[in-house]
């Protein structure tokens, strides 16, 4: 919406030929943007070949779907710039998303835009600041296509790290809810911010990504958005665990089979908060022993290098 705002010839793809149908129609997302009208210049098709005479294609799936998309669609795809909108870890491989890219279309060009954003405040057109990750040489012609006078991206060549720290913040952010909706308290949930944004860091240093990107959008940035906002479906569904309500099934909760990835795949790596988000959500763990386990832990130095 917001680059057919700015004039830039825009195609909204969606699988669902019916969905497609009501959003061409209504000229709006009624589901997930009630009372966002599409701009006029916004196409809107579910015919994958509208895409053959755009030369970038922003992926924006959840990352458990991402594999399947690339798959389905690898012949109109392999040659474009890809921009990863994913935050997630994909499960049973442990892989990020430019990862799953190059597995499926070796050689694709990648970018992976992420930090704190949520769909409503782009579409509205409140102002917002993004991390634009990329080691492609024409990052800066990315950015500037993507940047508007409201949405203003940073570039970084630590793909790996910015893609750690928007997927992991999710996981965080499940933890912070569960932490106020079992009453627990918000200085609790400062902890768990705290210490989890400590496990992001061993976490982006063991994959050999730095831990200043975590400093930024992508990392702090999104962890405090995730961590504070009921507009959050990770920090939502954490807070229906923590209070024993009832999750959405239908909400896609990134942070959940990023807890188990990152859980499955991390074996030797020092990720207490992940491993008993995993745990709980499993119900391998009660909320009780959880707090136990998390707070009867060998004592520590906060300044002691991890
Ligand atoms: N919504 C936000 O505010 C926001 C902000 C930043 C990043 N993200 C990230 O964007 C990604 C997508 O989130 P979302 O909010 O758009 O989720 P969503 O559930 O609202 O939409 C995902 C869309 O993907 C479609 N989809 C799922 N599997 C598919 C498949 N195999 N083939 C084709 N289409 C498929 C679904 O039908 C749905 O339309 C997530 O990784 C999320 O973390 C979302
Ligand atoms: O609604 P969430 O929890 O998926 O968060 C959306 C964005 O990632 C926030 O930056």
């Known amino acids: 919406m917001v680059m057919a705002q700015n004039g830039r010839d825009t195609t909204l793809w969606g699988r669902s030929g019916d969905t497609m149908a009501q959003m061409m129609a209504l000229r709006e997302n009624t589901r997930h943007l009630p009372g966002m009208p599409f701009p006029d210049c916004l196409k ?9 005479n755009k030369a970038v294609v ?42 799953v890219v190059e597995a499926v279309l070796p050689g694709a060009r990648t970018a992976v835009l992420t930090g704190p954003s949520f769909a409503a405040d782009i579409a509205a057109g409140k102002p917002t600041a993004l991390t634009l990750a990329t080691n492609d040489p024409e990052a800066e012609g990315l950015q ?17 790290g910015a893609q750690l720290g928007g997927a992991l913040k999710n996981v965080i952010a499940i933890a912070a809810g569960i932490a106020i909706g079992a009453g627990l308290g918000e200085s609790a949930r400062a902890a768990l911010m705290t210490r989890g944004f400590a496990e992001m860091g061993r976490l982006v240093a063991a994959r050999g990504a730095k831990r200043e990107t975590l400093f930024g959008l992508s990392g702090f940035g ?10 959050s479906r990770n920090l939502r569904h954490g807070l229906a665990v923590g209070a024993e309500q009832p999750i959405d099934p239908a909400m896609t909760v990134e942070g959940v089979m990023t807890a188990h990835a990152v859980a499955e795949a991390s074996s030797g790596d020092d990720l207490p908060v992940t491993r008993m988000v995993s ?9 009780a022993e959880a707090i136990d386990a998390l707070m009867s832990r060998p ?6 290098p991890d």
Do not use: F, W
Request: charged share 20%; net charge negative; hydrophobic share 40%.
């Open 44 to 52: 809107v098709s579910d015919d994958i070949d509208q895409i053959q």
């Open 58 to 99: 922003l992926l924006a799936v959840p990352t458990q779907s991402l594999r399947s998309v690339l798959e389905s669609h690898a012949s109109r795809l392999h040659d474009r710039m890809l921009v990863v909108c994913c935050k997630g870890m994909e499960r049973g491989t442990g892989h990020s998303a430019t990862e």
């Open 144 to 160: 500037a296509l993507l940047s508007t006078p409201r949405l203003r991206l940073y570039l970084t060549n630590d793909v790996v």
């Open 222 to 231: 999104d962890l405090v958005l995730t961590c504070t906002s009921t507009q």
């Open 279 to 287: 745990a709980l959500l499993k119900h391998q763990v009660t909320l």
């Open 299 to 304: 004592l520590h130095r906060e300044d002691a």
